[in-house]
């Protein structure tokens, strides 16, 4: 039996993930073109999300690691695209686990499939490095996502983001912090 490799298409009872490369920025773009999505994540233009697919295909190369595009299994829709990325948090290496879904199909579990997905991955290929997930503290979305994933609560960091009431993005926003309990 052949042992699985890290860029091995992941499926889950859903999904189908997939390293994303260049020949997802179609796809990508219409991902974050949705409102909802743009709102937590953009603004986006058509290069960025270019660039933005090609340093994901670089990090799966030098890293080892990166985000996936989340396809349903039934039919091949575009569902969202999660992962984890290689990160410094404070000087500590770690895994950052993500997802974003597409707006009409929020609600459903697919960022709980996606990151549970990215959790299991993280201890198959880096079983050593510690897994976090951040969101701005008024993503509420995002953190039910974190308490279904088991993930805990370990404070609040300061980064570039959004912040509740406030248009545009700020340099010192506040982020809910969770870590995966060894």
């Keep these: 039996m052949l042992l699985p490799r890290a860029t091995d298409p992941v499926p889950t009872e859903r999904l189908l993930l997939t390293p994303i490369g260049l020949g997802d920025v179609d796809d990508l773009w219409r991902l974050y073109s949705d409102p909802l999505v743009a709102r937590w994540t953009g603004p986006w233009s058509y290069d960025g999300v270019e660039a933005w697919a090609r340093d994901m295909a670089s990090r799966w190369l030098t890293d080892g690691v990166g985000k996936w595009l989340a396809r349903d299994r039934s039919d091949g829709a575009l569902v969202g695209r999660g992962g984890l990325s290689r990160m410094d948090l404070a000087g500590e290496a770690v895994l950052e686990v993500g997802w974003v879904v597409r707006d009409a199909l ?56 959004l912040v509740e009431g406030r248009d545009g993005l700020h340099p010192d926003a506040a982020f809910a912090l969770y870590r995966r309990v060894p």
Excluded: Q
């Design 106 to 161: 929020a609600g459903r579990g697919f960022g709980t499939e996606i990151g549970r997905a990215a959790l299991d991955w993280a201890s198959t290929f880096f079983p050593a490095l510690p897994v976090i997930a951040f969101t701005e503290v008024h993503n509420r979305a995002s953190r039910a996502v974190m308490h279904h994933l088991d993930l805990r609560f370990e404070g609040i960091i300061h980064r570039e983001g």
